[in-house]
C-alpha cells in the first residue's frame, strides 16, 4: 500500500459520522482526563467569572444581583484601572525590549568559544531557576534603607541612602526583579543559534560578509521564529505581573495589598486587591474579563507584525501542498 | 456466551480511558479546591483557621489526646483566604477573627454560629465567668455588644495604648509617661521628634511607632472627642467632620515630619515588635498583649514599659480595637465539636491558663485574672496602668455592611496623595467619605437594605 493510500483508508477508518461515536469513542475517552479537566478546571470558572462580572457579588452574600454591564462601565470610567494599566504597559515596554535583546546579546556572547563557557552558562541561567517568591524577598532585603547591602555599597562612595521601597523607586526595584530571570530567554536563544546551519554562515562569508552582515542577514532572519516566540510569551507573562510586585509591599497578611506603592500598583495588583481587599467580586472578574481583551489584541498585533518581519525556513502556508 | 466476552477490546479500552479521566479529573478538581482555598478535610475532623504560633501542635497534641476522635486541621490565618473559601461555600468550622470589627459583618450575614444554645448547656463554663469584654463578640441585629454571641475572646487588650522604650525618653530629656494621665497625640509628636535619630539618609531610631490610617485607628483617635465615624444605624462613614479631619491631619503630620513609619515610609517588619526590640524605634503601638513578646527578651524587658491610650480631645477612652477571638462557622457539620474545642481554648483549657501566665493577653474569663505575671518590673507596672485603663475601655460601633479591611484598604489608597500635598486634608477627607460610603452602599444592597 502506497503511504497516499495508507492515509486515505487511515482517513476513513477514523472519521467520524460514517461509523458514529464508534469510531472515535476510543479518542474522545483516551483525552478525557484533559478534556473533564478543562472543562471542569478553565471553561467552568471562566464562564462562572463572566456570570459574576454582571453581578455586584462580594464574595460573600448568599444573594448575587443581577446589575448588566454596570461593572464593565465602571472600570472603563475608572481612572485607577487606566492607571494601573498604563503602568503595566510601561512595565511591559521597559522589560520586554531588554529581556529579548539582553537574551539574544548574551546568548551570542555564551556561543562563541571562550574560557570558562559552562561556567558562565550556569551563572547566567541560575536566576531563573531560582523560585520567584525567593527571589523577590532577597531583592527586597537588598534593596532595604537602613539594613539593605544596595545602600551600604553606595555609601562608601559618600551617597546618602535612598528609600528603594517607597515612592516611585519601588518601580526600579520591580523593574530589577523582572530582569534578574534573563536568563530562561538566554538558554532559548542559545539553543536557536545553534540550530542556524553552518553552511549558511560560510556562503556568507565566501559571499564577503562581516561579522554584522553575517549577523543581520543570517542569524537574525534564522531564529527569528523563536525570537518571536519569546515576543508573546514575555509580553503576556509581564503584564501578568503580580506576585514580585505584591511581594514588594511592605506589609504583610492581609495590609500586604493595601500597602503596595501606586508606583507598583500594576493591574494584577489591582485586581487582587479589588477581589480581595474591597470584596468586589463582580467588579474584579469584570476587569480581569477586559484585561483578556487587552491581552488578546496585543497578541494579535505582535503576530501581525511578526508575520511580516518573521522568516520560516520552511513556509508554513505551502508545507504539504504539492508543487 | 458470558457478558464479558461482550465486552471487545476496544470498548475496554475506552471504558478503562473514560474511567481514568474522570478519576483523573477527581483528583485535580481536589486539588483545585484544596489549593484554592479548600481544606482537605479529615474524616471527623475539624478544620481551624487560626495562627499557628497560638495554636501550636502542643495545644493540637493536647486537644487531641483528649478527644481522639476530633482531629484537627490548622490552616494559617489569613483573611484573603478566608474570603476565598466563604465565597466558595467551603468555610473552616472555626476561624480566627477580631471581634471588634468583625462581629456585626459576620453575625448579620448569618456567617456565624449563635453559641447560647451551647454555652446554656455548657457543663465547664459559666456565662458569669465570661469577662465582660466577651460582649464585643455579640450582635442583636441592630449594634455590637447585646444580643446572641458569635464568638469567644481568645485573649484581649486596649489596643491604643502604646509601649515606650524608657532609655529612648531618658536620653531625650523627655518626662516618662504615667499611669493615670495619658499623653495627647500633639504631644506624641512633638516627643518623637528628638528621639528620631537619622545618619546619612537611614534612620537609626523612629521616635514613634508605626502609624496608619485604619479605620480602627481614626475611630479611636475621634473617640476621644466625643465624637465617631459611623451614623447610628451605621449605613454611613464620615470623615469630614472637624475631629475626623484632626486625625487624619495627624496621621499626615507624622509623614510629613518623619518620626515613624507610615504608609509611605513603610516598616520593613511589617509590624511593631522587631524594630521595637531592636531599639529602632522607641514606641510600640500595643496594648497589654505585648507584654508577651517582651518576655522573651530579658534586654527588652529592662527597657519597655506600658503607657495609657494617648488623647486627642478631651474624654478618655481607651478602646479595643480587635478582641480577637475564635467564631464557628454556621455552615460546620459539627458544631458540638467545634464549640468544645471553642471553649477549651479561649477559655476553659490548660492553654488558656499558659497564655495568661505568660501575659500574652487578659484571659477570657475573670477567673483567669490572677494568674497573669508580675514578677518582673516591668509586668507589675503593666498591670497597674492595664488596672487603671479599664475603667476607660469602650468598643467601637464598626458597620456591619463592610469588611474593616476594605474600608481601611480604601483610606490607605488616598494616603500617599495626601502625604505628599496633592490632596488636602479636606480633599482626603471626602474622597474616603465617599469610597467608604460606596462599599457600604454595596454591602447593604446585598443585604436588601435600602441606604
Given at each position: 500500500?502506497?503511504?497516499?493510500?495508507?492515509?486515505?483508508y487511515?482517513?476513513?477508518?477514523?472519521?467520524?459520522?460514517?461509523?458514529?461515536?464508534?469510531?472515535?469513542?476510543a479518542?474522545y475517552?483516551f483525552?478525557?482526563?484533559?478534556?473533564i479537566?478543562?472543562?471542569l478546571l478553565?471553561?467552568?470558572?471562566?464562564?462562572?467569572?463572566?456570570w459574576?462580572s454582571?453581578?455586584?457579588?462580594?464574595?460573600?452574600?448568599?444573594?448575587q444581583?443581577?446589575i448588566?454591564?454596570?461593572?464593565?462601565?465602571?472600570?472603563?470610567?475608572?481612572?485607577?484601572?487606566?492607571?494601573?494599566?498604563?503602568?503595566?504597559g510601561?512595565?511591559?515596554?521597559?522589560?520586554?525590549?531588554?529581556?529579548?535583546?539582553?537574551?539574544?546579546?548574551?546568548?551570542?556572547l555564551l556561543?562563541?568559544?571562550?574560557?570558562?563557557?559552562?561556567?558562565?552558562?550556569?551563572?547566567?541561567?541560575?536566576?531563573?531557576?531560582?523560585?520567584?517568591?525567593?527571589?523577590?524577598?532577597?531583592?527586597?532585603?537588598?534593596?532595604?534603607?537602613?539594613?539593605g547591602?544596595?545602600?551600604?555599597?553606595t555609601?562608601?562612595?559618600?551617597?546618602?541612602?535612598?528609600?528603594?521601597m517607597?515612592?516611585?523607586?519601588?518601580?526600579?526595584?520591580?523593574?530589577?526583579v523582572?530582569?534578574w530571570?534573563?536568563?530562561?530567554?538566554?538558554?532559548?536563544?542559545?539553543a536557536?543559534?545553534?540550530?542556524?546551519?553552518?553552511e549558511?554562515?560560510?556562503?556568507?562569508?565566501?559571499?564577503?560578509?562581516?561579522a554584522f552582515t553575517?549577523?543581520?542577514?543570517?542569524t537574525?532572519?534564522?531564529?527569528?521564529p523563536?525570537?518571536?516566540?519569546?515576543?508573546?510569551?514575555t509580553?503576556i507573562?509581564?503584564?501578568?505581573?503580580?506576585?514580585p510586585?505584591?511581594?514588594?509591599?511592605?506589609?504583610?497578611?492581609?495590609?500586604?495589598?493595601?500597602?503596595?506603592?501606586?508606583?507598583?500598583?500594576?493591574?494584577?495588583?489591582?485586581?487582587?486587591?479589588?477581589?480581595?481587599a474591597?470584596?468586589?467580586y463582580?467588579?474584579?472578574?469584570?476587569?480581569?474579563?477586559?484585561?483578556?481583551?487587552?491581552?488578546?489584541?496585543?497578541?494579535?498585533i505582535?503576530?501581525?507584525?511578526?508575520?511580516r518581519t518573521?522568516?520560516?525556513?520552511?513556509d508554513?502556508?505551502?508545507?504539504?501542498k504539492e508543487g | 456466551?458470558?457478558?464479558?466476552?461482550?465486552?471487545?477490546r476496544?470498548?475496554?479500552?475506552?471504558?478503562?480511558?473514560?474511567f481514568a479521566?474522570?478519576?483523573?479529573?477527581?483528583g485535580l478538581?481536589g486539588?483545585?479546591?484544596?489549593?484554592?482555598?479548600?481544606?482537605?478535610?479529615?474524616?471527623?475532623?475539624?478544620?481551624?483557621?487560626?495562627n499557628?504560633?497560638e495554636i501550636?501542635?502542643?495545644?493540637?497534641d493536647?486537644w487531641?489526646?483528649?478527644?481522639p476522635?476530633?482531629?484537627?486541621?490548622?490552616?494559617?490565618?489569613?483573611?484573603?483566604?478566608?474570603?476565598a473559601m466563604?465565597a466558595?461555600?467551603?468555610?473552616?468550622?472555626?476561624a480566627?477573627?477580631?471581634?471588634a470589627?468583625s462581629?456585626a459583618n459576620l453575625?448579620?450575614?448569618g456567617?456565624?454560629?449563635?453559641?447560647?444554645?451551647?454555652?446554656?448547656?455548657?457543663?465547664?463554663?459559666?456565662?458569669?465567668d465570661?469577662?465582660?469584654?466577651?460582649?464585643?463578640w455579640?450582635?442583636?441585629?441592630?449594634?455590637?455588644?447585646?444580643?446572641p454571641?458569635y464568638?469567644?475572646?481568645?485573649?484581649?487588650s486596649?489596643?491604643?495604648?502604646?509601649?515606650?522604650n524608657?532609655?529612648?525618653?531618658?536620653?531625650?530629656?523627655i518626662?516618662?509617661?504615667?499611669?493615670d494621665?495619658?499623653?495627647?497625640?500633639?504631644?506624641?509628636?512633638?516627643?518623637?521628634?528628638?528621639?528620631t535619630?537619622?545618619g546619612?539618609?537611614?534612620?537609626e531610631?523612629?521616635?514613634?511607632?508605626?502609624?496608619?490610617?485604619s479605620?480602627?485607628?481614626?475611630?479611636?483617635?475621634?473617640?476621644?472627642?466625643?465624637?465617631?465615624?459611623?451614623?447610628?444605624?451605621?449605613?454611613?462613614a464620615?470623615?469630614?467632620?472637624?475631629?475626623?479631619?484632626?486625625?487624619?491631619?495627624?496621621?499626615i503630620?507624622?509623614?510629613?515630619?518623619?518620626?515613624?513609619?507610615?504608609?509611605?515610609?513603610?516598616?520593613?517588619?511589617?509590624?511593631?515588635w522587631?524594630?521595637?526590640?531592636?531599639k529602632?524605634?522607641?514606641?510600640?503601638l500595643?496594648?497589654?498583649?505585648?507584654?508577651g513578646?517582651v518576655?522573651?527578651?530579658?534586654k527588652?524587658?529592662?527597657?519597655?514599659?506600658?503607657a495609657?491610650?494617648?488623647?486627642m480631645?478631651s474624654?478618655?477612652?481607651?478602646?479595643?480595637t480587635?478582641?480577637?477571638?475564635?467564631?464557628?462557622?454556621?455552615?460546620?457539620?459539627?458544631?458540638?465539636?467545634?464549640?468544645?474545642?471553642?471553649?477549651?481554648?479561649?477559655?476553659?483549657?490548660p492553654?488558656?491558663?499558659?497564655r495568661a501566665?505568660?501575659?500574652?493577653?487578659?484571659?477570657?474569663?475573670?477567673?483567669?485574672?490572677?494568674?497573669?505575671?508580675?514578677?518582673l518590673?516591668?509586668?507589675?507596672?503593666?498591670?497597674?496602668?492595664?488596672?487603671?485603663?479599664?475603667?476607660?475601655?469602650?468598643?467601637?460601633?464598626?458597620?456591619p455592611?463592610?469588611?474593616?479591611?476594605?474600608?481601611?484598604?480604601?483610606?490607605?489608597?488616598?494616603?500617599?496623595?495626601?502625604?505628599?500635598?496633592?490632596?488636602?486634608v479636606g480633599?482626603?477627607?471626602?474622597?474616603?467619605?465617599?469610597?467608604?460610603?460606596?462599599?457600604?452602599?454595596?454591602?447593604?444592597?446585598?443585604a436588601?437594605?435600602?441606604?
Amino acid at each position: 500500500m502506497s503511504t497516499q493510500s495508507l492515509a486515505k483508508y487511515v482517513r476513513s477508518r477514523n472519521r467520524p459520522g460514517a461509523s458514529g461515536f464508534r469510531g472515535s469513542g476510543a479518542f474522545y475517552a483516551f483525552i478525557s482526563p484533559w478534556l473533564i479537566g478543562t472543562v471542569l478546571l478553565t471553561l467552568f470558572p471562566l464562564g462562572y467569572a463572566l456570570w459574576i462580572s454582571f453581578t455586584n457579588w462580594d464574595g460573600i452574600a448568599p444573594n448575587q444581583n443581577w446589575i448588566g454591564l454596570k461593572n464593565y462601565t465602571d472600570a472603563l470610567s475608572d481612572p485607577r484601572m487606566w492607571a494601573s494599566l498604563q503602568r503595566t504597559g510601561l512595565l511591559a515596554l521597559a522589560v520586554v525590549p531588554v529581556t529579548i535583546c539582553g537574551g539574544l546579546a548574551l546568548a551570542l556572547l555564551l556561543n562563541e568559544k571562550v574560557h570558562w563557557r559552562s561556567g558562565l552558562r550556569m551563572l547566567v541561567y541560575l536566576p531563573a531557576i531560582v523560585p520567584p517568591v525567593a527571589a523577590t524577598l532577597t531583592w527586597k532585603l537588598l534593596f532595604d534603607r537602613d539594613s539593605g547591602a544596595i545602600n551600604g555599597v553606595t555609601a562608601i562612595f559618600g551617597a546618602d541612602a535612598v528609600s528603594w521601597m517607597s515612592g516611585n523607586t519601588v518601580f526600579v526595584v520591580l523593574l530589577v526583579v523582572m530582569l534578574w530571570g534573563i536568563g530562561a530567554g538566554v538558554l532559548i536563544n542559545l539553543a536557536a543559534l545553534q540550530d542556524v546551519p553552518a553552511e549558511l554562515h560560510e556562503a556568507a562569508r565566501l559571499d564577503g560578509a562581516n561579522a554584522f552582515t553575517a549577523f543581520w542577514h543570517v542569524t537574525l532572519p534564522s531564529i527569528s521564529p523563536v525570537l518571536l516566540f519569546q515576543v508573546i510569551t514575555t509580553t503576556i507573562g509581564v503584564l501578568q505581573t503580580f506576585v514580585p510586585a505584591l511581594l514588594l509591599s511592605p506589609a504583610n497578611g492581609p495590609a500586604a495589598i493595601t500597602a503596595v506603592p501606586e508606583a507598583n500598583r500594576v493591574f494584577m495588583v489591582d485586581v487582587y486587591a479589588q477581589y480581595f481587599a474591597y470584596s468586589k467580586y463582580g467588579y474584579a472578574s469584570a476587569m480581569l474579563w477586559l484585561f483578556f481583551l487587552v491581552i488578546l489584541v496585543v497578541t494579535i498585533i505582535t503576530f501581525k507584525i511578526g508575520g511580516r518581519t518573521v522568516f520560516y525556513a520552511v513556509d508554513p502556508s505551502k508545507e504539504g501542498k504539492e508543487g | 456466551m458470558n457478558a464479558l466476552n461482550n465486552v471487545s477490546r476496544r470498548s475496554l479500552l475506552s471504558g478503562a480511558a473514560l474511567f481514568a479521566g474522570f478519576a483523573a479529573a477527581g483528583g485535580l478538581t481536589g486539588c483545585s479546591a484544596s489549593g484554592a482555598g479548600g481544606a482537605a478535610k479529615k474524616s471527623g475532623g475539624l478544620t481551624i483557621m487560626g495562627n499557628p504560633g497560638e495554636i501550636t501542635q502542643e495545644v493540637i497534641d493536647a486537644w487531641v489526646k483528649d478527644h481522639p476522635e476530633v482531629p484537627i486541621t490548622l490552616i494559617k490565618d489569613d483573611p484573603t483566604r478566608l474570603n476565598a473559601m466563604m465565597a466558595a461555600g467551603t468555610p473552616p468550622d472555626l476561624a480566627r477573627s477580631l471581634g471588634a470589627i468583625s462581629t456585626a459583618n459576620l453575625a448579620s450575614r448569618g456567617l456565624a454560629l449563635d453559641l447560647d444554645p451551647y454555652l446554656a448547656k455548657s457543663s465547664t463554663l459559666k456565662e458569669a465567668d465570661l469577662a465582660k469584654i466577651n460582649d464585643v463578640w455579640r450582635w442583636d441585629g441592630n449594634k455590637q455588644g447585646s444580643g446572641p454571641r458569635y464568638g469567644f475572646v481568645k485573649d484581649w487588650s486596649q489596643d491604643s495604648m502604646f509601649w515606650y522604650n524608657t532609655e529612648a525618653f531618658a536620653a531625650a530629656g523627655i518626662p516618662l509617661p504615667t499611669a493615670d494621665k495619658p499623653l495627647t497625640y500633639d504631644q506624641l509628636l512633638e516627643y518623637a521628634e528628638p528621639m528620631t535619630k537619622r545618619g546619612g539618609g537611614k534612620v537609626e531610631q523612629y521616635g514613634l511607632f508605626a502609624t496608619a490610617p485604619s479605620i480602627e485607628n481614626l475611630s479611636a483617635m475621634v473617640a476621644t472627642t466625643n465624637g465617631r465615624i459611623f451614623n447610628d444605624d451605621l449605613t454611613k462613614a464620615d470623615f469630614t467632620s472637624p475631629e475626623a479631619r484632626q486625625a487624619l491631619q495627624w496621621h499626615i503630620d507624622v509623614a510629613k515630619k518623619q518620626v515613624g513609619y507610615t504608609l509611605v515610609d513603610p516598616n520593613p517588619d511589617g509590624w511593631d515588635w522587631p524594630p521595637f526590640d531592636a531599639k529602632r524605634t522607641a514606641m510600640a503601638l500595643a496594648g497589654y498583649w505585648f507584654g508577651g513578646m517582651v518576655s522573651t527578651n530579658p534586654k527588652t524587658a529592662e527597657f519597655a514599659r506600658l503607657a495609657p491610650a494617648p488623647m486627642m480631645g478631651s474624654k478618655r477612652v481607651s478602646p479595643t480595637t480587635s478582641a480577637t477571638g475564635y467564631w464557628i462557622s454556621s455552615k460546620t457539620e459539627m458544631k458540638d465539636e467545634a464549640y468544645a474545642f471553642l471553649e477549651w481554648y479561649c477559655c476553659t483549657g490548660p492553654n488558656a491558663k499558659v497564655r495568661a501566665q505568660t501575659g500574652v493577653g487578659m484571659p477570657s474569663v475573670t477567673t483567669l485574672t490572677s494568674e497573669l505575671p508580675q514578677a518582673l518590673p516591668y509586668q507589675s507596672e503593666a498591670m497597674k496602668v492595664q488596672k487603671n485603663e479599664e475603667q476607660y475601655l469602650q468598643v467601637l460601633p464598626f458597620s456591619p455592611y463592610a469588611q474593616a479591611v476594605a474600608v481601611s484598604a480604601a483610606i490607605a489608597e488616598l494616603f500617599p496623595r495626601a502625604a505628599t500635598g496633592e490632596l488636602s486634608v479636606g480633599q482626603f477627607a471626602d474622597q474616603a467619605t465617599t469610597a467608604v460610603n460606596e462599599l457600604l452602599k454595596q454591602g447593604m444592597e446585598l443585604a436588601g437594605k435600602k441606604g
